[in-house]
């Protein structure tokens, strides 16, 4: 198989490769079917224990963005229906938080619980108890939000 190459602002881009993330943690929530409410839902991140230095400074911050796999959804639609449509239309999976995504990505803001040693609680966390989670980020108001100060 013939790979193919290519250079974009002094990166090399291999067409077709795959990206391998590395799970970091798994979620511990109990939830195998879908609650009314995701907001009500705590869970607990269990990180390997290679991971726990990766956590400092966690408990200082009130919300996270959390990375996580769609373990249990196998598959893609292009087209779905969102679960807050009033009727039976349907949008494009990138207009949507479906998780009959390519990449079976999600990506969700949690509130902080706690945090104690390789264990982070969090509350909101749209995942089923046994996913992967992949990577967590700082949720940071001047970043995150549409109106950026201009002196940055």
Known sequence: MKRSYQKRDSITLLENAALRLRKVATVVNGVT????????VTSKLVFGNEYVD???GLDRLKSVWV?????????????????????DSLVG???SRSSKRPNRLGLTLVDIVNVKGNI????????????PIYDL???DDDYDSRQRPRNR
């Open 137 to 139: 980020k700082n949720q």
């Open 33 to 40: 079917e879908t609650p009314e409410d995701w907001h009500k």
């Open 67 to 87: 990375i996580f796999g769609f373990n249990r959804h196998r598959g893609w639609s292009p087209r779905v229906r969102p679960r807050c449509a009033k009727d």
């Open 54 to 56: 990766a956590l400092s």
């Open 93 to 95: 999976v990138f207009a």
């Open 120 to 131: 982070v609680t969090v509350r909101g966390l749209d995942a089923f108890d046994g996913s």
